[in-house]
């Protein structure tokens, strides 16, 4: 029994993952990375080879791998036209066995110190034994203390010909700018999940398993452009399966994940304006264990992934397998791209306030409810929208071109009108000659009004509407006179009049509280210039927007075509309140002079 455990533990000693087993040791083989690979191939063959290289970028993406492959082909002894190590010379021989001496690791994560660079920049100081170089890798650099970066400066700076460092870092934002001026940067790139999918399927019939392309596209997605993290996945999911055979339905039972095909058919009932069917997969979704809040987040990235298939230029930006980016075209052809925009600010509203809501359960049903009843908002305002837009058409406009031709005839009785006024004759197409066209009553203007407010926000553009409308009424309030009216001298009691009349007008129109004010301030007139003394900036704006409207309406009332408005900001009185002790004094000496002569007679001093 006791040897049968042995062989057991051997067995599972002998177990190598992935990630190592599989680590590349070319450039060629260095995955999603090629603009670096090629960089660094042309800088050997060429030898301009840096002092000090700084690869950056985020986990599981090949740094410290290609600081390794680099370490070892300048150091190889056969190196080929290829630039890649020939990996049966001395040197490279005990680097694959962690045997060479001219390159050293140090983890800077632990090793941070002051002592641990002064050791490092002793070592520097002596020349390789054999080989070219010397290669020091240091990972994690973005760990190292202050005092540590600024030991390492120097050296760094101006290092021996045969010394080379080569830093590694997650968080570039984290080192100093003079040890980045120092370095050549080079950023690693997220690896594209199709890169990872194929580098796994080699992976795969290399140990002789089974796999489906959906499977390994899904892992591929999971690992957020991580090759490393994509691999550790691969060895799960091949140690849960019991016949070496990678399946979709295994890697989403193994790995937790929200199947896409329940975003599909959430998108249909939501579309369909289903709310029961949307309510009972959300429960289904929940009874699975998965959590609201990730359900969100996934159906906010399933309605950018139908946003995106509108523009044929824009599919592009899926990063989904094959087979779902057709399901994501076909459903996006079938949803309305005004549908989508609104349910992405639903559900983006519901992402931030799930953490804050008490009942967060009926916080996303809240916004499937809306969702499910979007199509039916949009479906009526596109209807009020034709209403709106037949019913301009068919209104007559609101004033006629020529008063005196639109002006109905009325009806005589022995040669005097209905309205009592006599004519002196007909002019040849039948309208009174001497009649004066009849002003529009009030009445119906209002009614008008109304009617266009009340349609209004049943309108996509109901705001523009109303504000259109207001505008009407507020020209025909603010009108001029007719040219044959008597126009008043200019006085400053006729310009107070006319002033405040219009002042009155515009607050009936509806006017800012700003403007109000502005026109209810008190002015002067000196010559043709009226002066008026505002408060603010804000008042003085407000009085520039209706300064034109103001002065054509004084003009029409007044005999003054050169009068104009010089509005100013007064200076504020600012009443400071006695704040040391000597003003506190003076202050009080100033109500009572007692205390003056009190203070004088006893030799007393304020004290300060």
């Not at 029994?1 to 062989?7: A, D, I, Q």
């Not at 994560?109 to 641990?116: F, G, I, L, T, Y």
């Not at 009108?417 to 009030?442: E, H, K, L």
Request: charged share 25%; aromatic share 8%.
């Amino acid at each position: 029994m006791k040897f049968e455990r042995m062989e057991v533990s051997c067995a599972m000693d002998n177990f190598v993952v992935s990630a190592r087993k599989y680590r590349p040791v070319t450039f060629d083989s260095v995955v999603g990375q090629s603009h670096i690979t090629t960089t660094l191939k042309n800088a050997i063959r060429t030898n301009h080879l840096a002092q000090a290289f700084l690869f950056c970028g985020p986990r599981g993406v090949g740094k410290t791998t290609c600081a390794r492959i680099l370490a070892k082909t300048i150091n190889c002894q056969n190196l080929g036209d290829d630039v890649e190590a020939c990996g049966e010379c001395e040197s490279c021989v005990s680097f694959q066995n962690n045997a060479s001496f001219n390159i050293h690791e140090l983890d800077a994560a632990s090793n941070n110190s002051v002592e641990d660079i002064r050791n490092l920049i002793d070592q520097v100081r002596y020349p390789p034994q054999t080989g070219k170089y010397k290669i020091y890798i240091i990972d994690e650099v973005h760990m190292l203390s202050q005092a540590a970066f600024n030991a390492f400066l120097k050296t760094l700076e101006e290092p021996p010909g045969y010394a080379i460092f080569i830093l590694a870092t997650t968080e570039k934002h984290k080192i100093l700018p003079t040890i980045l001026s120092r370095c050549q940067i080079f950023d690693f790139n997220r690896i594209q999940p199709k890169d990872i999918a194929y580098h796994l399927a080699d992976i795969a019939q290399k140990e002789g398993i089974e796999t489906e392309k959906e499977a390994l596209e899904l892992i591929g997605q999971k690992a957020d452009g991580g090759l490393r993290d994509a691999l550790s996945m691969f060895d799960l999911n091949v140690t849960f399966s019991t016949d070496n055979k990678l399946t979709y339905e295994a890697v989403l039972e193994n790995l937790h994940i929200l199947d896409y095909d329940y975003y599909f058919k959430i998108t249909d009932a939501l579309t369909s304006g289903s709310i029961a069917r949307s309510l009972v997969l959300f429960d289904e979704i929940l009874r699975k264990g998965f959590d609201g809040h990730l359900f969100v987040v996934g159906l906010l990235e399933h309605f950018r992934n139908l946003l995106v298939c509108k523009d044929p230029q824009t599919v592009t930006l899926l990063q989904v397998s094959e087979s779902a980016e057709r399901k994501y075209q076909q459903q996006s052809a079938l949803a309305d791209m005004s549908f989508l925009l609104s349910a992405l600010s639903i559900a983006s509203q519901c992402d931030i306030n799930y953490k804050s809501a008490k009942n967060q359960r009926l916080h996303v049903e809240l916004c499937l409810m809306k969702l499910a009843n979007l199509p039916h908002v949009l479906q009526l305002s596109s209807v009020a929208a034709v209403d709106e837009t037949a019913k301009k058409k068919v209104e007559p406009e609101l004033k006629p071109l020529n008063p005196a031709a639109a002006t109905p005839v009325e009806p005589q009785t022995n040669g005097i009108p209905s309205n009592g006024i006599p004519t002196n004759g007909f002019a040849p197409n039948g309208n009174y000659t001497d009649i004066p066209a009849r002003p529009a009553q009030p009445a119906q203007a209002s009614s008008r009004l109304k009617n266009t407010i009340a349609l209004a926000p049943t309108a996509p553009n109901a705001d523009l509407a109303v504000k259109e409308a207001t505008k009407g009424q507020s020209e025909d309030i603010t009108a001029p006179a007719p040219n044959n009216a008597r126009k008043e001298a200019l006085t400053f009691e006729t310009l107070q009049t006319h002033w405040y009349e219009f002042a009155e007008k515009r607050r009936i129109a509806g006017n800012s509280t700003t403007e109000e004010i502005s026109l209810n301030k008190e002015f002067k007139l000196e010559g043709t210039s009226i002066e008026i003394a505002l408060d603010n900036t804000h008042q003085l704006e407000a009085m520039a927007n209706v300064r034109y409207e103001l002065l054509t309406y004084l003009k029409s009332r007044i005999d003054a075509p050169r009068l104009e408005i010089n509005p100013r900001v007064a200076p504020q009185e600012v009443n400071r309140l006695p704040y040391t002790p000597v003003e506190k004094f003076n202050y009080m000496a100033e109500k009572n002079p007692y205390l003056l002569e009190l203070k004088q007679a006893l030799g007393l001093d304020v004290d300060f």
